[in-house]
Nanobody, 121 residues
Framework: VQLQAFGGGLVQAGGSLRLSCAAS????????MRWYRQSPGKQRELVAS???????EYTDSVKGRFTISRDNAAKTVYLQMNSLAPEDTAVYHC????????????????WGQGTLVTVSS
């Protein structure tokens, strides 16, 4: 099972970016999918999460600007980031609770590689 993230880059303040993270491999089911971020010198922060049923949660600093969504058939989670600010600069990681095929009912936490988002002022 793998998670692969796409979509980071350099954007000016006020701009937008869309991150994607696709799960692949022998997957039985996916429960919660999340986006984290980590800036230099700061602790990793949970940015947003979404359940398989579509319930979402956001950290306060991104509410109203970021939107998390998922395509269950494509096993992909997205993070639409609008009104980006320099403080949003970070490496963004996706994360998901996945039950591999043939693992019974056991869910494991999987991480994708980071994708760098840089917001210039």
């Amino acid at each position: 099972v793998q998670l692969q993230a796409f979509g980071g880059g350099l954007v000016q303040a006020g701009g937008s970016l869309r991150l994607s993270c696709a799960a692949s491999g022998n997957i039985g089911s996916i429960s919660v999918m999340r986006w984290y971020r980590q800036s230099p010198g700061k602790q990793r922060e949970l940015v947003a999460s979404i359940t398989s049923g579509g319930s979402t949660e956001y950290t306060d600093s991104v509410k109203g600007r970021f939107t998390i969504s998922r395509d269950n058939a494509a096993k992909t989670v997205y993070l639409q980031m609008n009104s980006l600010a320099p403080e949003d600069t970070a490496v963004y990681h996706c994360n998901a609770d996945i039950r591999p095929l043939y693992s019974g009912s056991l869910f494991n936490v999987y991480w994708g590689q980071g994708t760098l988002v840089t917001v210039s002022s």
